[in-house]
């Protein structure tokens, strides 16, 4: 029952194309997450994956996305993500957040949540971070 959602493979693709860095940062240990987008085959998409076992406390403490940063530093760091606390993820490590609709959250529980962007489809967050 684990597929990826229409144009998730798509976004990624484009992403890697334009030398974007991917990384994963979960509260599921790193053999779930790897499981699943291996199933999904787009596990060859991303360049760090942080599971829970990483992480000095779960998210929203914001020390998976700090990790992802020593390791790749940027100045420019979305945090995308189907769950508000995602969202908080982002919002406590000072990076931009994206929230999508495809899963549970809504719209307006993203926005009322403090989300930079809120998008229904994943070409949508293409057009976010190119700008």
Same mark, same amino acid.
């Given at each position: 029952y684990i597929k990826a !959602? @229409?144009?998730?493979? $798509?976004?990624? =693709?484009?992403l890697k194309k334009? @030398? !974007?860095t991917l990384a994963i940062v979960?509260?599921?240990v790193t053999p779930a *997450?790897?499981?699943g987008i291996k199933l999904c085959q787009i596990n060859d998409y991303f360049d760090l994956i942080i599971g829970a076992e990483q992480l000095k406390e779960a998210k929203p403490n914001p020390d998976g996305i700090y990790q992802v940063l020593k390791k790749y530093p940027s100045d420019e760091v979305f945090m995308i993500g189907d769950t508000i606390i995602d969202i908080e993820t982002g919002k406590n490590a000072n990076v931009k957040t994206i929230g *999508?609709?495809?899963c549970k959250t809504s719209k =307006? $529980?993203?926005i009322k949540n403090g989300a930079n962007f809120v998008v229904d489809k994943p070409q949508e967050i293409l057009k976010i971070v190119s700008e």
């Open positions: !959602y @229409d144009g998730i493979k $798509e976004l990624l =693709e484009s334009k @030398d !974007y979960s509260n599921k *997450v790897l499981k *999508v609709t495809w =307006e $529980e993203f």
